[in-house]
């Protein structure tokens, strides 16, 4: 598990510092808050040790110097025909009071770029 610190808020674009290893643009790093945790992605490396979050949450209630776990994961959502009409918060969840969709596959929000070939391209 990848420990790391907070450093400094600013509403909801938070920096981290990590001492081991710097977590992965778009990683999820959280911070716990009591019994709830706190979401941010990566969205920028600031140096060898400083990574900057934005938060998928409110900050109410974190501070510097509170513990950031980097979770080595992205923000992954549920694929498929049962999606159809459900509405989800940014995790993927559920929100609309029906049931839950925990066993379909997810993929992650952020698919590798895959350049267009030329020749594909609709003329």
Do not use: C, W
């Amino acid at each position: 598990m990848n420990k790391g610190t907070v450093i400094e808020i600013r509403g909801s674009v938070v920096h981290f510092s990590f001492d081991v290893s710097l977590p992965k643009i778009h990683s999820l790093v959280y911070v716990k808050k009591e019994e709830e945790r706190i979401y941010f992605e990566v969205i920028n490396q600031l140096s060898d040790t400083h990574a900057q979050g934005i938060a998928l949450q409110s900050t109410d209630g974190i501070s510097r110097g509170m513990i950031a776990i980097d979770t080595g994961e992205e923000i992954k959502v549920p694929v498929g025909k049962e999606i159809l009409g459900r509405i989800f918060n940014v995790f993927g969840d559920t929100i609309d009071e029906k049931e839950s969709l925990e066993n379909l596959p997810r993929r992650t929000i952020h698919p590798p770029f895959l350049p267009m070939n030329r020749h594909s391209a609709k003329k």
